[in-house]
């Protein structure tokens, strides 16, 4: 591979640092002496918001470059020069869908929609086992990335404002880990199981993939019981690798500070 295939692009990096001002706002910005979760003030506002959504487009770009990267390594080599190995966002099959669209739904909704970002040659893996790693390297990237949050928290002991920002974000990756796992045509989980399925099942994942993930989100949004099953599941995955809910709840407040 070579060695600039991998470097990340200015694009990328610029999303990272928007991401890093917001937790230099909440680390330097903020008089933590007379912080209140309930009233966070708008430095802490606008730190948060900076943070999780930068933070959440960073995510996805790493959750798009896992699935090129595993994808190279297996045998696919226009991924190489498709420019997926770049970080790029413009370089995916559709920017708006796959990097503007989660972003504003993230903000608005705060649901990790999934974006199809990357085209993979499959008939140019070597194996099902390659063509299923490859669907699954996107959500495992969102469980590192929630998983290395957490390790940070706990590690670095920041301040209340920035931990709490740290672990929302880290929350919003175990949901998207959560969600893209589901065996739905259109998200990672059925990709995992696609090539051991049969030609039937393959042709019906195919028509449904176009609709099947906006069916999911409607679900997601329009019924109570179907939400409600999703975030105690993303929960309790979360708890089940460290994460705290009461600081997840102070970014959730910072987060959406309009409600």
Not at 76 to 103: A, H, I, M, N
Not at 106 to 125: D, K, R
Request: proline residues 7%; aromatic residues 12%; contains cysteine.
């Amino acid at each position: 591979m070579q060695r600039s295939a991998v470097r990340p692009s200015p694009v990328f990096l610029a999303i990272l640092a928007v991401a890093v001002a917001g937790g230099l706002i909440l680390s330097f910005g903020v008089d933590t002496d007379t912080y209140n979760p309930l009233d966070p003030g708008a430095a802490v506002m606008a730190g948060t918001f900076l943070l999780v959504l930068a933070g959440w487009g960073v995510s996805l770009c790493l959750h798009e470059f896992g699935h090129a990267i595993v994808a190279y390594r297996g045998g696919d080599r226009e991924v190489y020069f498709k420019g997926y190995l770049t970080l790029d966002p413009r370089r995916y099959t559709d920017p708006v869908f796959s990097l503007v669209l989660p972003l504003l739904i993230l903000a608005i909704g705060g649901i990790p929609l999934p974006g199809g970002a990357v085209w993979i040659n499959h008939y140019s893996l070597r194996s099902k086992a390659i063509d299923s790693m490859v669907s699954l390297a996107g959500p495992l990237s969102n469980l590192v990335l929630g998983g290395l949050l957490i390790v940070s928290i706990e590690a670095f002991d920041p301040s209340l404002p920035l931990a709490g920002a740290l672990s929302f974000l880290a929350l919003f990756q175990i949901m998207a880990f959560v969600l893209n796992m589901l065996p739905i045509p259109g998200l990672d989980g059925w990709g995992a199981l696609e090539p051991h399925l049969s030609h039937e099942a393959r042709r019906f994942g195919a028509k449904a993939r176009p609709w099947a993930p906006l069916i999911l989100f409607a679900c997601l949004i329009g019924i109570p019981g179907v939400s409600t099953v999703f975030f105690d599941i993303s929960n309790t995955v979360y708890g089940a690798v460290g994460g705290d809910e009461f600081l997840s709840a102070v970014g959730n407040l910072a987060f959406f500070f309009w409600r």
